[in-house]
């Protein structure tokens, strides 16, 4: 057994830290260190082509499309140290999901086509999957695809789609059959979010944020050499897609940040007699709340690093998603309540008052924001309660 | 990052279930539990055989190297097998508190208990400090050439049974210092021990020790005069780090037979496995022993660290967490089982009983989030006061 990663390893993090400390711009990090997922599109974009250009856009990549090549320990330094120096995540759609998806299904045509632009933020993606009544049961999915020579005709919608709004472009599911299966007859396509027919509708969230859209097809046209993979063949290039998933989604690297600012925060903020740290029960909860956390990282790692490979784990990775959001919402809303008066904050009326009264209130309001933002996180990419059923099934066997 | 176990390691995994096998099957060790003290003193005889009893002593004292990652595969079996035994007591604990006290009186006493031919209980905790080891109003005089023992030790492991006592003395300053204690080596049948002992739900043994004016020879003093706070805490770490592999072990196995009776008993014409209100309850058991194993690995790394105050936070975390979660999952598997749950005949309450009897065992999980949370704040540099 050995808890450390190789002096390889550890140079390389040194070398990660150098980099992001003299690249990474301030907007981007003071935008990023709030805590919040929301990145403003062009920050994402600028700091997508500052990683391209130093080879380190696409880590899952292989080389010879632009990918960096990494072993598993530098990618996951790598993701570390993003996050413990407030730099963005990693584009997830596009670079966590479309690309490895292309370069697996993908024609040729296509990979030249779109990995370029998507490696150096010039095109960013937005997935199409969920609909109005195909939530957790996705293969239920009935937005149609209808093949008119060289052409698909979309008609239909999708919902919950996240930056639909700024997205370039959309990679999706669409039935192209409905006589089988529900998982036969689905096809896996691209396309432009500019073509005719196609319109977006925001869905403001709660704590009023614009991430999520449902998106329109009214006769949308898509070049048949759009589509990735056979067609009818779609579920697959889904399941592809979920598997991928499995490691991004626990979040520990930025909940390792988050507890470190909340950690600050409650050593500053009064509370009778000393600061809210020396409260015996609120910093018992921020100890829960680390000792958990610590757990799930071991755990990450124990699988990532495990005798056969990760490639060799099953279902069990739902478990991360699981634990994962379930710790990253239980650390904010620690630190909304550590604000106490101020977390009822949603933001100040007017720009006239002292600059630490407004920082105060902005403080609270950022902090209530994000709260409720991340109620989002058990609910997507498999309900926490979907992945417990997947873990029911195919890791323990029940109900079979 | 390497979590395979080595072929060492392996190997005792598969020795301690061969002789769960063939000599501690379930029903076997029943009977063995319901007489005191819980174990058979020729099962101990074939431990030191198995080379169990030298798992965690360095090789110049005859021991296998003291890789604590081999005494956490060690102690995941026991807690598979619910093995009862005075293992942790001699071998980890008093074992320890010998090692780090050094001299040739310790040395042999080691190798007796290698051997298989000397136990020894370690008292150490009082009534008033609760799981605090530094809490020492037992007191040893200094007079005529010898030293006087004197107060009540609480829950010693295995007193019954036991050759040989190691027991903390004030012998300076005030009850909660963490200086001034002194470690004593003393006969458990000596003139003014009294042993005062009782069953542990668990199926062990342990006792409730008086120590009236017991008069001992300056070269029982176990290590440094006034110092040994140290090496109590370095010992109870250690035990503590075995203990979460010990909690993993028990859940894990909790976990499985409930899974397995999950799958077969069927109720309104269905397995239990069928209905999703179970189903969700047995994946949160199981995410639990996958965290407990990692949090174990966690302890078991920690116990290898020279850094107090890390070796304390990491064993901390560990036990908190664990404790919990062993709780959670052995009353889980109980209530899965339903009525026979609840049996005397069916192992899953004992592994219930077990993690219990832990949880009271150096400390419980409340206890070890405090010792957490006192690290986190930076306010109680543990490195400076145990090393005075």
Same mark, same amino acid.
């Given at each position: ?56 856009g ?35 759609f ?27 933020g010039?095109?960013?993606w ?19 695809a ?32 409905s ?11 691209v ?98 709340a ?15 690093f ?5 490639d ?10 699981i ?16 604000l ?34 991340f ?15 997947i873990?029911a ?8 | ?30 009977k ?11 099962h101990?005889?074939?431990?030191a ?6 798992v ?8 296998l ?37 050094g ?84 006969d ?36 440094e ?10 010992a ?54 996958? %965290?407990? /194993?990692? =949090?174990? $690995?966690? *302890?078991t790394? !920690? ?9 304390? &936070? ?33 192992p899953?309450?004992?592994? %219930?009983? /077990?993690? =219990?009897? $832990?949880? *009271?065992?150096? !400390?419980?999980?409340?206890?070890h989030?405090?010792?957490?949370? &006192? ?14």
């Amino acid at each position: 057994m050995e808890l450390k990663f190789s002096d390889e390893a550890e140079r390389f993090r040194a070398e990660v830290r150098a980099f992001i400390a003299a690249e990474l711009p301030p907007e981007i990090r003071a935008s990023v260190a709030g805590d919040r997922m929301d990145l403003p599109s062009e920050l994402q974009r600028r700091w997508m082509r500052i990683l391209a250009e130093r080879g380190w856009g696409a880590s899952s990549w292989p080389r010879e499309y632009g990918g960096a090549g990494w072993t598993d320990e530098q990618f996951y330094v790598f993701e570390r140290e993003l996050a413990l120096m407030d730099a963005p995540r990693i584009a997830s759609f596009g670079i966590q999901m479309l690309g490895p998806t292309l370069i697996e299904f993908g024609s040729e045509e296509q990979k030249q086509r779109f990995l370029p632009g998507t490696l150096n933020g010039e095109i960013l993606w937005c997935q199409g999957y969920s609909e109005p009544n195909s939530g957790s049961d996705l293969a239920s999915l009935r937005t149609r695809a209808v093949r008119e020579g060289d052409f698909y005709v979309l008609n239909g919608s999708k919902i919950w789609t996240t930056d639909a709004h700024h997205a370039d472009w959309m990679f999706g599911l669409f039935r192209t059959d409905s006589s089988g299966k529900k998982q036969e007859g689905i096809s896996f396509m691209v396309l432009d979010m500019k073509s005719p027919g196609l319109t977006v509708r925001p869905i403001i969230m709660f704590e009023g944020t614009h991430e999520v859209n449902q998106v329109f097809f009214d006769n949308v046209r898509v070049p048949v050499a759009q589509r990735v993979g056979e067609e009818g063949k779609g579920w697959t290039i889904a399941k592809y897609l979920l598997g991928l998933e499995r490691f991004g989604t626990a979040e520990v690297s930025r909940t390792l940040a988050s507890i470190a600012r909340l950690k600050r925060l409650v050593a500053r903020i009064p509370a009778g007699e000393g600061m809210l740290i020396d409260d015996p029960d609120f910093s018992a909860r921020i100890a829960d709340a680390e000792m958990e956390l610590r757990a799930l990282e071991l755990t990450e790692l124990r699988f990532l690093f495990a005798p056969g490979g990760a490639d060799a784990l099953g279902a069990e990775a739902s478990m991360l998603k699981i634990r994962g959001t379930e710790i990253q919402q239980t650390v904010f809303g620690l630190t909304l309540e550590a604000l106490g008066l101020y977390g009822h904050s949603a933001g100040a009326e007017t720009g006239d008052m002292p600059a630490d009264v407004a920082a105060e209130i902005a403080r609270g309001a950022n902090a209530s924001r994000v709260h409720f933002n991340f109620r989002k996180t058990s609910i997507y990419a498999g309900s926490n309660e979907i992945q417990k059923n997947i873990i029911a099934k195919a890791v323990l066997g029940l109900g079979r | 990052m390497n979590f395979a176990p080595t072929e060492e390691q392996v190997m005792f995994r598969d020795s301690v279930r061969r002789f769960v096998a063939d000599e501690y099957p379930f029903d076997k060790r029943l009977k063995i539990v319901a007489e005191a003290p819980g174990y058979l003193p020729e099962h101990w005889k074939t431990f030191a055989d198995l080379g169990w009893l030298s798992v965690p002593f360095a090789e110049e004292h005859g021991g296998l190297g003291g890789s604590p990652f081999d005494l956490m595969v060690l102690m995941e079996e026991f807690g598979r097998a619910l093995l009862v035994s005075p293992y942790l007591s001699t071998v980890v604990v008093s074992g320890r508190l010998l090692q780090e006290a050094g001299g040739g009186t310790a040395f042999s006493l080691i190798a007796g208990i290698i051997a298989g031919d000397v136990q020894i209980a370690s008292a150490l905790a009082e009534a008033q400090g609760r799981y605090d080891l530094f809490d020492v109003a037992t007191r040893a005089d200094h007079r005529d050439g010898a030293w006087h023992i004197s107060g009540r030790k609480i829950g010693v492991p295995f007193a019954s049974s036991a050759d040989r006592l190691i027991v903390s003395a004030r012998t300076a300053g005030t009850r909660r210092d963490r200086s001034g204690i002194t470690l004593f080596l003393v006969d458990s049948d000596a003139g003014g021990v009294t042993r005062h002992p009782y069953r542990t739900h668990d199926g062990g043994s342990a006792a409730t020790v008086d120590f009236d004016h017991v008069a001992v020879g300056p070269d029982a003093i176990l290590g440094e005069r006034d110092s040994a706070w140290s090496s109590i805490e370095v010992a109870s770490d250690i035990a503590s780090a075995a203990l979460t592999a010990e909690m993993t072990g028990a859940m894990w196995a909790a976990q499985e037979q409930t899974i397995e009776y999950a799958k077969t008993r069927k109720q309104f014409d269905q397995t239990l496995g069928h209905f999703q209100a179970l189903q969700h309850r047995m994946v949160d058991m199981f995410m639990k022993c996958e %965290l407990a /194993r990692s =949090m174990t $690995i966690e *302890a078991t790394d !920690g116990a290898r660290l020279n850094d107090p105050t890390e070796r304390t &936070r990491r064993i901390a975390a560990a036990r908190s967490l664990i404790g919990r979660y062993a709780r959670h999952v052995g009353e889980e598997a109980v209530q899965i089982h339903g009525g026979v749950g609840v049996t005397m005949e069916l192992p899953v309450g004992h592994y %219930l009983k /077990r993690v =219990m009897a $832990i949880n *009271a065992t150096l !400390g419980d999980p409340d206890y070890h989030r405090r010792r957490y949370v &006192r690290l986190m704040r930076g306010e109680d540099n543990i490195a400076a006061v145990g090393r005075i």
